[in-house]
Structures are given as structure tokens and as C-alpha cells.
């Protein structure tokens, strides 16, 4: 899960949204936490949303900065939890 993404949508989008996509509907999956890296310190965040060292770290990128997001932990429709993967960002 690679991706490039221009700065005002990633803080447009505020958080990490957990969706399946491919089947006959679109699963979507509660983020409960992640892991959230910009330069090799990890740190643990809760919920979704982008707390303000992820937006002053987007706020403050350049273009091929990378932003990496792992560990990323989701509720599935069921209520159970599983490990979603990692996310690696590219800023365009």
C-alpha cells in the first residue's frame, strides 16, 4: 500500500479510513489505532483522526517526503480487530 498524495488532500482527509474494496459492496472498517512515522521516530496514536504532530508534519513537507503508517489497527463490521498492514505516503 504505496501511495503519492498532494498535501491538501491528506489534511483534507484529516485521518486513515480502512476500507475492502473489490467485493460486491464496500466494507468499510473503524481505525482504532496506528503507529505514525516522518523520519524513523515511531509513535503510537489512537483513533482515526490526524492529531496536530501529523498535520505540522504535513503542513511542513516537501514534495518525496514520505510519511510512513503502520501497525494500523481496525474494527471489523463483526466488532472484531485485526491488523490492516502498513501505509507508506509520498507527498506530490
Given at each position: 500500500?504505496?501511495?503519492e498524495?498532494s498535501?491538501?488532500?491528506?489534511?483534507?482527509?484529516?485521518?486513515?479510513e480502512?476500507?475492502m474494496?473489490?467485493?460486491?459492496?464496500?466494507?468499510s472498517y473503524?481505525?482504532?489505532?496506528y503507529?505514525y512515522s516522518?523520519g524513523?521516530m515511531?509513535?503510537?496514536?489512537?483513533?482515526?483522526?490526524?492529531?496536530?504532530?501529523?498535520?505540522?508534519?504535513?503542513?511542513?513537507?516537501k514534495?518525496?517526503?514520505r510519511?510512513f503508517?503502520?501497525?494500523?489497527v481496525?474494527?471489523?463490521?463483526?466488532?472484531?480487530?485485526?491488523?490492516?498492514?502498513?501505509?507508506?505516503?509520498?507527498?506530490?
Open positions: 500500500k504505496v501511495g498524495i498535501k491538501t488532500d491528506i489534511l483534507a482527509a484529516g485521518k486513515l480502512a476500507t474494496k473489490d467485493f460486491d459492496f464496500e466494507v473503524k481505525v482504532l489505532s503507529r516522518k524513523g515511531l509513535t503510537n496514536k489512537v483513533g482515526a483522526e490526524f492529531d496536530n504532530e501529523v498535520k505540522g508534519d504535513v503542513r511542513a513537507a514534495r518525496g517526503d510519511f503508517f503502520s501497525d494500523i481496525v474494527q471489523k463490521p463483526d466488532g472484531t480487530t485485526t491488523n490492516f498492514g502498513n501505509i507508506f505516503i509520498t507527498v506530490k
